[in-house]
């Protein structure tokens, strides 16, 4: 065998061997990042279990959106359908009822990763991704078991009480009870061409789930059309709210919600929904008493903007990219849409409730 044959071999050899050893030593550094269960405080003496134990109202809502009353409203209804503690020493569960119910909520109020809320409630990284979505899981079925968490078309006393609050802050609106407005919220990338096409919006150069909400005065959600293709056009998203303001029995005659010029709707809606025209339009109008009113509606109408604050604020995971899997990211948002409405009744801090009810600022419990 020659000389360079030999040495082309050797080369060979060496290479070979220095892969091995680099693919070792990553295997190796890989296998030792991460948290053990014995690097973390027991979850029963973590950093959630004080805080759940101490009873702060302003600790309670910047950890999980909700007061001290609001959280014991909201554990005290799911608690039979979230998972129990197991006591199997193979896999045991660590988490209470009351904890999973806190690290499903802590998850949807802050931006916080895995990694971080494990930390925070003493379970291994792994272990809290199972324990969120069996969380979500357990709160949609105690909400679909009970009508007051379904989100609901106002009835005609309500739209009267509604449309009061309006009137009074602004007297040129009359028999206004709502807020419509859309809302765009990034998601992964779907891996299927067609799912991506779907969800690309080319006006914002991103993927997307389209959402369609109509907000009350109080802060609530009324009617919500969710997680559809964010390519869809709002008019399509919102077929369902047309068919309910057109009919008389639904929505009384001459009750109207409020709406930006670029919100689509046809003649056949004209007077259901109040919008100032497109500029081009507006411009030619001689009327000054129009002009007044278009202002009315321009003022009344950033309440939609208000809510979609509100919303936003609280759950900050809206924030961030939301799940390609398309059920779970229903799940996610049902919840936090229902979870909105209960947090509007009953903890305030939220913007169009303190407009329109002013009362609400009175609170000094909070």
């Keep these: 065998m020659s000389t360079s044959i030999q040495s082309r071999l050797r080369h060979r050899r060496l290479v070979v061997l220095l892969l091995g050893v680099s693919a070792l030593a990553l295997a190796t550094s890989r296998r030792r ?11 029963a003496q973590s950093a959630a279990s004080y805080l759940l134990l101490a009873k702060d109202d302003k600790s309670y809502i910047s950890a999980f959106g909700f007061d001290v009353r609001a ?7 799911s608690r039979h359908h979230l998972p129990p503690r197991s006591r199997l020493k193979r896999r045991p569960r660590v988490l209470t009822p009351m904890l999973h119910l806190a690290i499903v909520l802590y998850y949807l109020t802050t931006p916080q990763r895995q990694k971080s809320i494990a930390l925070v409630f003493g379970i291994v990284p792994s272990s809290v991704s199972t324990a969120i979505w069996l969380g979500l899981a357990a709160l949609k079925a105690m909400m679909d078991q009970e009508e007051a968490w379904a989100i609901k078309w106002p009835t005609a006393d309500t739209m009267r009480d509604m449309a009061a609050a309006v009137h009074a802050r602004e007297p040129l609106l009359k028999h206004v009870f709502g807020f419509v407005d859309g809302l765009n919220l990034r998601i992964y990338q779907p891996g299927d061409l067609d799912e991506q096409n779907a969800y690309y919006n080319g006006w914002l150069g991103d993927t997307y789930c389209s959402q369609v909400l109509v907000f009350l005065p109080n802060g609530e959600i009324a009617w919500a059309s969710f997680n559809n293709p964010g390519s869809w056009h709002d008019a399509k998203i919102a077929a369902g709210l047309y068919t309910l303001l057109n009919d008389p029995q639904r929505t009384p005659a001459s009750y109207a919600i409020l709406a ?11 007077g259901r929904i109040l919008s100032k025209p497109k500029d081009a339009i507006a411009d030619k109008e001689k009327d000054g008493s129009k002009h007044l009113i278009w202002e009315a509606i321009i003022r009344q109408r950033q309440a939609a903007e208000w809510g979609m604050r509100a919303l936003q604020g609280a759950f900050v995971r809206l924030d961030l990219r939301l799940p390609t899997h398309k059920v779970k990211r229903a799940l996610l948002l049902s919840v936090i849409f229902r979870l909105h409405n209960f947090r509007a009744r009953h903890v305030g801090l939220n913007q169009i409730k303190e407009v329109y009810f002013p009362q609400w600022q009175d609170r000094s419990d909070l």
């Excluded at 990042?33 to 979850?43: D, H």
């Excluded at 930006?260 to 004209?270: I, Q, T």
Aim: charged share 20%; proline share 7%.
């Design 33 to 43: 990042v991460y948290l053990t269960r014995k690097s973390l405080t027991p979850s």
């Design 71 to 77: 959280f014991n409203i909201i554990f005290q209804k």
């Design 260 to 270: 930006d010029s670029a919100f689509p709707y046809n003649k056949e809606l004209a």
